[in-house]
Nanobody, 113 residues
Framework: QVQLVESGGGSVQAGGSLRLSCVFSGGPMDVMGWYRQAPGKQREFVAQ???????TYANSLNNRFTISKENARNIMYLQMNSLKPEDTAVYYCNVERYPNQYWGQGTQVTVSS
């Protein structure tokens, strides 16, 4: 059974940093990533990493975010730097073990100007 637990969200001023964590269980995953959903908007892709460790990022991030994982501890991270008010959203951990997809409960990130 796949379970995902996110943590690390919070409130920060513009220009600050946060690191999100996603602890997962249920074995190795084909793809692991992060999505976000701002108020009144659709959920959007942020970053992902495939089984080989190759990362992919949303073009809009301009290299401010970094996805990584600790295989030995089954943890995935999203390091977010130079945060902007438009980064305010609920951030969701997402994993895929084909053909299934799983979501965490979400963690709120609020960036004030």
């Amino acid at each position: 059974q796949v379970q995902l637990v996110e943590s690390g969200g919070g409130s920060v001023q513009a220009g600050g940093s946060l690191r999100l964590s996603c602890v997962f269980s249920g074995g190795p995953m084909d793809v692991m990533g992060w999505y976000r959903q701002a108020p009144g908007k659709q959920r959007e892709f942020v970053a992902q990493m495939d089984r080989s460790g190759t990362p992919t990022y949303a073009n809009s991030l301009n290299n401010r975010f970094t996805i990584s994982k600790e295989n030995a501890r089954n943890i995935m991270y999203l390091q977010m730097n130079s945060l902007k008010p438009e980064d305010t959203a609920v951030y969701y951990c997402n994993v895929e073990r084909y053909p299934n997809q799983y979501w965490g409960q979400g963690t709120q990130v609020t960036v004030s100007s």
